[in-house]
């Protein structure tokens, strides 16, 4: 399962976003580890030599919480998302060829596994999953037993480490992709991470870039955009629905039957599901209208017009506020928006559960 970006806000849910380039851990004062935060600076050098640490007295956390320094640079450099497996080893997908500076490692951008070796509470020991030129800021990284699944448009890639020693091996390990035809290619509006539900299914999502891809079954899926292309727009996917923007998907291991369950978001990162199978997502979003959301099944999240064409603001009526607009709150068919908190780019999501 997946271990994820976590913050304190309502009904047990948790999220973080801040910058540079350190994993930071959240604790229960005097007892257990609740859970891990990637801080993802995206817009910062990764070639520099050194980084300010942010002071951990600038983290804001409800009683009873702390936070402390796991790893930083030069251990792992601007991550993009992170997994944590079985052992509690930190698999982290780095983004040091983002957008403009796409071509700044010719090598390319690396999964790294970083773990603490003593139990002293940090970090001791990093190494290289893989590392190839395709691999350029992928936007996610899902730990499965031996499998590795990175998110790296147009494709969903799998790696199966074959002989489980931690180090992709082209002459030994496989490397297969999944699906693949996610518009959006060294963006950050493209396809974004995998978690792993309690039915056994895989969870994934995807920003408004749009896409084309064929699952396993041999459907074919056609989500529009108004932001980056408009080849879909409008057109029905072979299940017989018209989906648009951002969207969350259901699947099984082996990429047969995509099911998509909530769309029209405009950049959702990340979704985490309980133990109950519920389903909640957060979208990052320019104006000052960020969410987290519960995903209603097959619902629509309003972002964009019903065909796909346009965005919120050409279709925003007089008095509306942005919240209310941006998300169609007002007009049916729509679901709810849930906590709008304001400007930010959340890109991270864990639902804590059991009160521990």
Known sequence: MSGRTLKPTINAMVQLWIGNFQIMKVMKKNTKLLG???????????????????????????????????????????PAN???????????????????HYDRKPEGDRIMVLEDTDGDGQADKEWAFVQEPFLRCPMGVAVIDNKVVVSMTPDMIVYTDVNRDMVFDPEVDKREVLLSGFNGRVHDHSLHSVTVG????????????????????ARTFRIGSSYMTQEAAGKASDDGHVYVGGFTARMNPDGSWVNVIGFNYRNSYEQTVTSFGDVFQNDNDDPPAARTTWVMEFGNAGFSSFDG?????????????TPVAEWRQEDPGT??????????????????????
Not at 46 to 68: N, Y
Not at 198 to 217: E, H, K, L
Not at 309 to 321: E, I, L, V
């Open 36 to 78: 891990l935060i990637l801080a993802a600076g995206m817009s910062c050098l990764a070639t520099q030599a050194q980084h300010k640490v942010v002071p951990l007295e600038h983290f804001s956390t409800i009683e009873g919480l702390e936070v402390t320094l796991w790893a930083k640079s030069p251990m792992l450099y601007n």
């Open 82 to 100: 992170m997994d944590i497996d079985k052992d509690g080893r930190i698999w982290v997908s780095e983004g040091v060829n983002y957008r403009r």
């Open 198 to 217: 309690p039915d056994g299914q895989w969870y994934w999502n995807a920003g408004n870039c749009g896409a084309v891809f064929t699952d396993r079954s």
């Open 309 to 321: 064409k346009r965005s919120w603001g050409a279709d925003r009526r007089p008095g509306q506020s």
């Open 335 to 356: 679901m709810p928006s849930g906590d709008v908190y304001g400007g930010g780019a959340p890109t991270g999501i864990a639902y804590y559960e059991n009160g521990a």
